[in-house]
């Protein structure tokens, strides 16, 4: 019998691409979000992909396109497992590609769908993704590149503003810079001068979720980037704002099926 196993692969070359792989998995996840593009694909199996579009099933052959900050999850069907590889690509980076294929780019644009089935498109990533697990190479980097100029004149969506409400950019940038002390849906309005229902109402709309889940979101990546540079749990707990360790553990876990410690382990650069 396999042994599940994940590992999370960067590279010091190119910190714009993380990539992902977990083996033969029945783990599930909570409803969560990434900063980054996330484009994910199964290796074997298949699994309940959940959007705020919907939910999908998703086998080997699509690819599950994730914008950045949309709560989504990607869990097992019952009694199964299943393999899958997800890419995360930084957004700045892809704003910067659509800026190149589109005059109206200055922020990353929404895109068309969840789930692309799109043969080529499919074969040519899958390709220079597991190339690129094999090891760091400048070629495939550029295949990499050039695959994402490709996927998003293909599925961006035009003539449409993302300009969201100043005020609400002011918010998402509090909580991204104050993740060791996260205050409460009341702090932040009475900060921002907001009602607090107004606010809630608001911020979900622009980023597909509230500002708790938000901050969340954002602590937990955080938390990612201390793992990986080998950050002590205690500590990682105490920079990104939680009351104590098993408080951290139990939301690293939630959002990525994984422990802290699993994760640590786990990563490869």
């Given at each position: 019998m396999k042994t599940t196993k994940t590992t999370t692969t960067c590279y010091q070359e190119a910190p714009f691409v993380q990539i992902r792989q977990t083996v033969q998995s029945e783990r599930a996840y909570e409803s969560h979000a990434h900063s980054t593009l996330s484009i994910g694909f199964m290796v074997e199996g298949k699994t309940s992909f959940q959007t705020p579009h919907g939910s999908f099933l998703l086998e080997h052959g699509a690819l599950a396109i994730i914008p950045p900050h949309i709560?989504?999850?990607?869990?097992?069907?019952?009694?199964?497992?299943?393999?899958?590889?997800?890419?995360?690509?930084?957004?700045?980076?892809?704003?910067?590609?659509?800026?190149?294929?589109?005059?109206?780019?200055?922020?990353?644009?929404?895109?068309?769908?969840?789930?692309?089935?799109?043969?080529?498109?499919?074969?040519?990533?899958?390709?220079?993704?597991?190339?690129?697990?094999?090891?760091?190479?400048?070629?495939?980097?550029?295949?990499?590149?050039?695959?994402?100029?490709?996927?998003?004149?293909?599925?961006?969506?035009?003539?449409?503003?993302?300009?969201?409400?100043?005020?609400?950019?002011?918010?998402?940038?509090f909580l991204e810079n104050r993740l060791d002390e996260p205050l409460s849906l009341h702090e932040l309005a009475k900060r921002f001068g907001y009602n607090p229902f107004v606010l809630l109402r608001h911020f979900k709309q622009a980023y597909g979720c509230t500002p708790k889940h938000y901050a969340l979101d954002i602590r937990i990546e955080y938390a990612k980037k201390l793992l990986q540079e080998g950050t002590p749990l205690a500590l990682c707990a105490q920079y990104c704002g939680f009351s104590d360790q098993s408080h951290f553990h139990r939301f690293f876990k939630r959002h990525t099926a994984l422990t802290p410690k699993e994760y640590q382990v786990n990563f490869v650069q």
């Open positions: 709560q989504h999850a990607c869990n097992p069907l019952k009694n199964t497992k299943r393999s899958y590889i997800m890419v995360y690509v930084d957004a700045d980076v892809c704003a910067r590609i659509q800026a190149k294929l589109f005059q109206e780019a200055s922020t990353l644009l929404p895109l068309t769908t969840p789930l692309v089935f799109h043969k080529e498109l499919f074969e040519s990533f899958e390709s220079i993704i597991t190339a690129l697990l094999k090891g760091y190479d400048v070629v495939h980097i550029n295949a990499l590149e050039a695959w994402l100029e490709t996927f998003f004149w293909l599925y961006t969506k035009r003539g449409i503003s993302t300009k969201t409400d100043k005020a609400l950019n002011d918010v998402a940038h």
